[in-house]
């Protein structure tokens, strides 16, 4: 799970607690495998959810079952097209082109 507050609210961490088989591994917020989590539900509102009408609960789970169905049919996984060091490189240079930004607040 990502390292977001959420998960560490006085209710979820008893929760945790009581369930010691779970091993729960943090990872930072932007990372790569969220991301891809991320990427895997922007696909799912995208092409099944957005402009769906779902008149009940029922209807838009079978709707999510059906669209999991489809892509499980021929699951792709989703590959980095640049490498480790192309995407730190485009890092550096947002960086340097906002840390050279005129300020907007007119200070």
């Known amino acids: 799970m990502d390292n977001y507050a959420t998960h560490k ?3 979820i ?13 943090f990872t930072p917020t932007s990372a790569s495998l969220i ?12 092409k099944q ?5 779902h008149r009940s609960t029922a209807e838009l ?5 059906a669209f999991i169905e489809t892509h499980n049919e021929n699951p792709n996984p989703y ?11 485009s890092v550096k240079r947002f ?3 906002t840390m050279n930004r005129p300020s907007d607040s007119g200070d």
């Open 9 to 11: 609210t006085p209710r």
């Open 13 to 25: 961490k008893p929760w945790l607690a009581r369930r010691p088989h779970w091993l729960v591994h």
């Open 35 to 46: 991301n891809q989590v991320e990427r895997w539900f922007a696909e799912l509102t995208r």
């Open 49 to 53: 959810l957005q402009r769906g009408v």
């Open 61 to 65: 789970e079978a709707d999510i079952d």
């Open 79 to 89: 590959k980095w097209l640049k490498s480790a060091d192309q995407i730190l490189a």
């Open 95 to 97: 960086c340097q082109k």
